[in-house]
């Protein structure tokens, strides 16, 4: 059995940690938690808390939070350069923009899915994160020189976590079209770490959807 093991299910931000495991290229063990009773079951909860997915198990240590997964993996599988040394300007550059995913881009997206007024920057300023508006536009800017990764010319794990994030706002029309976004979005998701993981998932889900039909 392998040493990390991931529970996750198909169609959740799970696929983002997949992604992340596939890219580290350690050997893992991934669990399908469906959804309701299991999710939030005792078992589970024992696990996370908050019985939701993903979650990251390796030995006696738990890592909850898709970016928090994606960082884990990044420092364990060294040899895979998916995290710039500590201690360097890149890794500063590092936890701005994969902490920027975790909060104003999530937050942002989820507050426009529920219909809130994100056009109000001082509203939602005082809540700690800006207007979905305002998030984008720093996405922008941070695409405006023509950068091929959030780092420059070096893919790393930041680029999953955000990069997922802005492949399902263009998919699913929750974050607008800037430019620079669909190029970096088809160059990051044709990687073949991505593409497995995908497949996988995919299969997984259409599965799940045969067995229930």
Same mark, same amino acid.
């Given at each position: 059995?392998?040493?990390?093991?991931?529970?996750?299910?198909?169609?959740?931000?799970?696929?983002?940690?997949r992604w992340m495991m596939e890219e580290a290229g350690r050997p893992y063990e991934a669990r399908i938690v469906n959804y309701g009773a299991e999710m939030k079951g005792a078992q589970?909860?024992?696990i996370n808390p908050l019985g939701k997915v993903p979650s990251l198990?390796?030995?006696?240590? #738990? &890592?909850?939070?898709?970016?928090?997964?994606? *960082?884990?993996?990044? !420092?364990?599988?060294?040899?895979?350069?998916?995290?710039p040394p500590i201690g360097t300007p890149e890794r500063g550059v590092y936890y701005r923009w994969l902490f920027f995913g975790a909060g104003p881009l999530e937050a942002g997206v989820v507050a426009?899915?529920?219909?809130?007024?994100?056009?109000?920057?001082t509203a939602y300023s005082r809540a700690g994160w800006g207007s979905?508006?305002? #998030? &984008?536009?720093?996405?922008?800017?941070?695409? *405006?020189d023509g950068? !091929?990764?959030?780092?420059?010319?070096?893919?790393?794990?930041?680029?999953?976590?955000?990069g997922a994030q802005i492949a399902w706002g263009l998919q699913f029309g929750t974050i607008e079209t800037r430019p620079g976004f669909a190029d970096y979005v088809t160059r990051i998701t044709t990687r073949p770490a991505a593409i497995r993981a995908a497949e996988i998932d995919d299969a997984l889900l259409a599965e799940a959807q045969k067995d229930g039909a």
């Open positions: 059995m392998a040493d990390l093991i991931l529970y996750t299910h198909p169609m959740s931000r799970g696929r983002i940690a589970y909860r024992a198990v390796h030995g006696d240590m #738990v &890592v909850t939070e898709g970016a928090a997964i994606c *960082a884990y993996m990044a !420092d364990l599988a060294v040899d895979a350069r998916l995290a426009a899915s529920f219909g809130f007024d994100t056009k109000d920057d979905l508006p305002a #998030v &984008v536009d720093a996405l922008e800017g941070l695409f *405006a950068r !091929d990764y959030v780092l420059g010319e070096h893919f790393s794990a930041v680029d999953v976590y955000l």
